[in-house]
């Protein structure tokens, strides 16, 4: 029997993922991959961490724990498995399924038949038609080429200025290589907050906030015009609103799919570009899969179609592809938006739908935002996060979870990706039996935490207000009274809500609530809003009806203090 | 109108925390707490870190994150909830609604009424009935007392040696404490591995010997026969297999709930002596409620009556019971029988149910053992876990894991622990969109590689053995020959299987697999079993039919190696 033909374009993520699984799976399959660049199965997600120095070698992101270099010597003596490296699939011919592929260095093109055909063609960053954007110096960073070339730039030592154009992962992941080796960096994005696919605008300006403490620059809302040169090489970055010096210019605007083969052979493409395929990852074509950041794949939550170009998401769809084509019937569950990244101190990370997507699918929201420690105060190490948890109303079911801070933000974000795939209702995530240990949490974990004072608020225990909300509230008409529960010395310290304020520290508010008025609402709140919710409790047993509390409290507040 | 009466008798974890969330929910009502000891609210789960002088001061232990104490001034001005500390309840009058109780100094006799109980009265270290326990420096660790007792022992300088008694999460945990304060560490227990309520026998063979390696012995399956003195003061403790000198001996052979106040009164106990609660958390008697350490309470995936004195547990309980209090109906949600510990560098936890419990519950348990790392191995600080991960054959449904490793284990054990709560099929987390960058995860994280080789079980699409098992085999007849894959430098470095096997490093076994043997079983293995699973399509591919894999390899092989 002849044996079955399995032909993959593209070697990275999705299509290496594929193979391996599929050489296991089905030994007897003739397996060869197309990969049109140099290198197989790198670890793209890493380039931040090379540029930063914090990975040596460039071999490191190609070779496996044990240091051998995943090359196609690898591939055929490990995974049974053929690969062409420097091979540009150029046509695809479904009604004699075969692929015209060229060789990169000899230009000979060669004719690969296939069984079944995998399209794992990736992405490429999007190259804006800016003025100078042709300059030396100015990089993308999505290939080993650019990861090299950045690199060897940055050790030359003549970088001092770096402007990163696009504040989203990639480019907020690159302001702390180049920050922490010492280039003076800054970020200009169209919009007005950095990372706005994973966060919203009260997260982002405290995260502008932070880098800003780190030396770097963020210019918000601001429109890229020029980048100046001089001899060919990178000088500067011109906006609508101002100058930026730059000995090397990052473009991180976006990327977009690699799908032009898909779309010459007729494969059905969404209005983005990307493959369409079903459950199983097949596209238009029954015989011709695909999978990784050129396919438009489906919302666990919302099952709408969207595009989410992760590594993550492409190793988990080259595991179904190469199942699916192994017979055993395999689909793909969908993907959460989740997404996470380390930006100094800071961990930031977001899971499922923010309000606003889930209200374009149709839920009805409600979110909290929590302040809360990451183990308890007398252990050391100890960080905190702001939770923002989104649920819905009406089926109490966990829609997703945005999460920020100095302490372990990825474990419970991880534990927030395992809540909203499974549709965890907030009222038993609220009473979830997770592990504690001093070193480890507290008591209560912050996302118990975070799901009993959403609770609260759903089930109308508490009347609170997110900063955004209370600005709007103090900057209409008929603005409430805020009280301020904190000590004298911690008003000092964190900074004071800039509007007219009451300070009763805690202790003392039971003797001098006579002091409040009782014809005005009173919105109540300290550090995290813990000792809030006490004072709320004092005002109310004191006759007080119209209470509030300050959702998270000064930390969670975005805007400027004074 | 009267405001209504609420008595607590207990005011540590369960009973403080039913009294700030009533508090809370309901500032009417007029809440009383009596505490027989003189410290409230404290973290009882601190006691091993102050102990191990990793807090210094048992101030820290019972203060609010701003330093204020919370004692019975803090409760009354910041609360409005009464607490009467050294106040020992002794006999609640059911049919009258009053709790009568002493003063500890004065022994004054007071009667409290109550229109709802609410009995948080704890548990108690046992004392086994050994010769000696009664000398001096044979401590408990429960109160904060026994944990200034034993600071105050450690800091006096004569302590260079200390036997453990009973090798579960407190023993285990003061045996950091200790070692690390450069005491000669001992422990004893009954059981033939640490921790055995947390793992197998597997994990704890491990255990014991990652213990060992910190200078720390570990005799299981001995009886303490006696704990001899000198003058009052103990030197050592006998086992019935050894003498073992100690300047100082911890019990901690487990507790007993304190329910003899319930008994008297006449409520329904469990045959373990604990207060049997409704989902609402309430006594035989409507009127009396009960959390924490002195209830049964149920498992929330067999859904049967199950003991976890845990202080995560009581805080849960306590806020259940305030709810209902408040009439807002809230049902306990059950446990997992979460634990997790820290021992030197490393973490090990549990959640859900083992094999044999998940037997014992009903189902048709599958387990796996996989070894992962828990970053890519380019990335600084990268740490290494086992996970073993019990699934049911039938529903599919994720009943429980075990992990264990220097690896972030912490993360991966919470993402259980909502996968179980939630019924999260093997299938749908072995498809999780896990947040992934460099610094956090793995591309796939190693909880998704567990469910996915679960998968490849369970679906027949790989024989495995875990170590027990392959031992079994080899000490029975017919055994199978054993193929190690890995490097020769590796089997240096890493130890050999203490059977007769043949080493063909993975990258020569195509060519070299005609020297093996095409009538007997092989099972397969590397480090960490990768390579092995490739060694087995390998082999397939060559018309190997027979072939299976040794589960996580060389790194989860717990017994001793050669």
Redesign the interface.
């Given at each position: 029997m002849e044996r079955k033909k399995v032909l993959i374009i593209g070697g990275v993520?999705c299509g290496a993922k594929t193979a391996a699984r599929l050489?296991?799976?089905a030994?007897?399959f003739d397996i060869t991959v197309l990969e049109r660049g140099e290198h197989l199965s790198f670890?793209g997600?890493?380039f931040p961490?090379f540029v930063g120095d914090?990975?040596k070698e460039y071999k490191?992101?190609v070779c496996t724990?044990?240091g051998?270099i995943r090359d196609a010597n690898?591939f055929r003596?490990?995974?049974?498995v053929t690969v062409h490296t420097g091979c540009l699939a150029t046509r695809i011919d479904r009604e004699n399924r075969c692929v015209t592929a060229s060789d990169a260095s000899t230009g000979e093109e060669k004719n690969f038949p296939y069984d079944n055909l995998v399209l794992a063609t990736g992405a490429s960053p999007i190259r804006p038609p800016i003025p100078g954007s042709d300059l030396n110096r100015v990089f993308t960073l999505w290939t080993m080429p650019d990861a090299l070339a950045m690199k060897s730039a940055l050790s030359s030592g003549n970088i001092k200025t770096a402007v990163i154009i696009g504040a989203g992962?990639i480019g907020m992941?690159v302001v702390e290589a180049l920050a922490e080796r010492g280039v003076k960096v800054s970020v200009v994005d169209a919009l007005s907050t950095p990372l706005p696919a994973l966060v919203g605008e009260d997260f982002g300006l405290r995260i502008a906030r932070a880098v800003k403490a780190k030396g770097v620059d963020f210019f918000g809302g601001e429109k890229v015009t020029e980048i100046t040169g001089e001899g060919g090489v990178v000088t500067g970055v011109r906006t609508d609103r101002r100058s930026l010096p730059a000995d090397m210019v990052l473009l991180a605007v976006g990327i977009r799919p690699n799908t032009s083969l898909a779309r010459d052979a007729g494969l059905e493409l969404a209005p983005n570009g990307t493959i369409v395929v079903d459950e199983l990852m097949r596209t238009s074509d029954p015989s011709i899969y695909a999978g990784g950041d050129c396919v438009q794949t489906r919302h666990?939550v919302t099952k709408k179609p969207v595009w989410q170009p992760?590594?993550?998401?492409?190793?988990?769809q080259g595991?179904?592809i190469a199942d699916n084509i192994a017979g055993?019937a395999?689909p793909?569950?969908?993907?959460?938006?989740?997404?996470?990244?380390?930006l100094f101190n800071l961990?930031i990370?977001k899971?499922g739908l923010d309000e606003k997507q889930a209200k374009e699918a149709g839920f009805e929201p409600v979110s909290i935002v929590v302040e809360e420690?990451d183990r308890?105060?007398?252990?050391?190490g100890m960080g905190a996060m702001t939770i923002r948890l989104v649920a819905d109303r009406l089926s109490r079911r966990i829609l997703g979870a945005q999460i920020m801070g100095t302490g372990?933000v990825?474990?419970?974000?991880?534990?927030?990706?395992?809540?909203v795939?499974?549709?965890?209702t907030v009222?038993?995530?609220a009473?979830?039996?997770?592990?504690?240990?001093?070193?480890?949490?507290t008591?209560?974990?912050p996302?118990?935490h975070a799901a009993?004072a959403l609770k609260n608020k759903m089930?109308g225990?508490v009347k609170t207000y997110q900063a955004k909300e209370l600005r709007e509230r103090m900057e209409g008409p008929n603005p409430p009274l805020l009280l301020d529960v904190r000590?004298p010395g911690e008003l000092d310290l964190q900074g004071r809500i800039p509007y007219e304020f009451v300070n009763i520290p805690?202790?003392k508010l039971?003797e001098r609530a006579g002091e409040l008025p009782r014809d005005r609402e009173i919105v109540a709140f300290c550090k995290i809003s813990v000792?809030g919710?006490?004072a709320?409790?004092?005002l109310?047993?004191a006759g007080f009806d119209d209470v509030a509390l300050l959702e998270g409290g000064i930390m969670a507040w975005p805007y400027e203090l004074k």
């Open positions: 993520a050489a296991r799976l030994p007897e670890a997600c890493g961490y914090v990975v490191d992101l724990p044990l051998i690898f003596t490990v995974k049974n992962l992941e666990l992760m590594g993550s998401t492409a190793n988990r595991r179904v055993l395999t793909f569950s969908g993907v959460l938006g989740t997404g996470i990244l380390k961990t990370g899971t420690p308890p105060h007398f252990m050391p372990v990825d474990k419970r974000l991880d534990a927030m990706v395992a809540a795939s499974s549709g965890m009222d038993l995530l009473d979830g039996d997770f592990a504690y240990a001093p070193p480890f949490s008591a209560l974990d996302n118990t009993n089930d225990l000590t805690l202790g039971r000792r919710w006490d709320l409790a004092t109310k047993g």
